[in-house]
């Protein structure tokens, strides 16, 4: 059975830094895509970053060059450094596959505000 658990979520203040983790079990983690997601209030869940098998990114436009995506797959787990947050960063931040599997993590709540 595929788990996925995010942690680092919390308040921030709007130019600050969050890392999130994400540990990953029940699955061969370095074969597969992963990608962060996020799902704001009122909108539907979109792909902010995803990191394939062999080191391909790619980001929203949102987010490039400011949420470096990684992983460590000795750990089973993806990260994702979030800087110059601003507040329409606002939302809960998921982990999955790409495409995604049809079971979410509870995910983790980011909220940016002064």
């Known amino acids: 059975q595929v788990q996925l658990v995010e942690s680092g979520g919390g308040l921030v203040q709007p130019g600050g830094s969050r890392r999130l983790s994400c540990a990953a079990s029940?699955?061969?983690?370095?074969?597969?895509?992963m990608g962060w997601y996020r799902q704001a209030p009122g909108k539907e869940r979109e792909l902010v970053a995803r990191?394939?098998?062999?080191?391909?990114?790619r980001y929203a436009d949102s987010v490039k060059g400011r949420f470096p995506i990684s992983r460590d797959n000795a750990k089973n787990t993806l990260y994702l450094q979030m800087n110059e947050l601003k507040p329409e960063d606002t939302a809960v931040y998921y982990c999955?596959?790409?495409?995604?599997?049809?079971?979410w993590g509870q995910g983790t709540q980011v909220t940016v505000s002064s």
């Open positions: 990191l394939n098998s062999i080191g391909i990114i």
């Open positions: 999955n596959v790409d495409p995604p599997f049809r079971d």
């Open positions: 029940g699955m061969i983690f370095r074969f597969n895509t």
